[in-house]
């Protein structure tokens, strides 16, 4: 644990720089076709940039523990946010509230990268470590309940995300800067 200078309290986290599409300390993970770079990792945060290519999507889950967030830097994200659709474009952030179903979708056809965050960091980095290059579905549910990320079942969605790319509109778009705190 390193102690900042200035005030002399401990921080978690190391200082310093990550450049663009690299980890801090060159790790990287695939999980079920996106690419995540670890960009900083302590016990109040974690943080990694997301390269997702089109069709890639996170399906609706909740951390029950932990507050998310989502800087898109490039493109969009298609959300399922509390069982509304919402839209996230390049310099938009997303708020997602702990206990709140949340998922995001690369419904374009152009690749999307974001830089996300939680807070705390509770076991996040441990579930990545466990889900790198892991290519069933099932066993990616069963590691992540195990890790304090629960995904819904999919009968329980509000509306089906996947439906908007074959250009269904369960519920409207609203913008996200109609969101509450």
Do not use: C
């Amino acid at each position: 644990m390193k102690t900042a200078s200035a005030n002399q309290v401990q921080v978690g986290l190391d200082p310093g720089v990550t450049p663009a599409g690299t980890g801090l300390d060159e790790v990287v993970w695939n999980i079920l076709g996106h690419t995540y770079y670890l960009k900083a990792e302590g016990a109040n945060a974690f943080a990694f940039e997301t390269y997702d290519l089109p069709g890639t999507f996170v399906p609706p889950h909740v951390h029950p523990t932990q507050d998310e967030f989502i800087y898109v830097l490039e493109n969009e994200f298609d959300l399922y946010l509390d069982g509304a659709h919402h839209k996230a474009h390049a310099g938009e952030l997303v708020r997602l509230p702990a206990g709140i179903p949340h998922g995001y979708y690369n419904l374009s056809s152009v690749p999307t990268r974001a830089m996300f965050w939680v807070a705390p960091g509770r076991r996040l980095r441990e579930l990545f470590d466990v889900l790198h290059n892991m290519n069933d579905p099932e066993q990616v549910v069963r590691e992540a309940a195990q890790r304090e990320v629960h995904f819904l079942n999919p009968a329980d969605y509000a509306f089906d995300p996947l439906a908007l790319r074959r250009g269904g509109r369960e519920n409207s778009d609203r913008p996200l800067s109609g969101l509450s705190a």
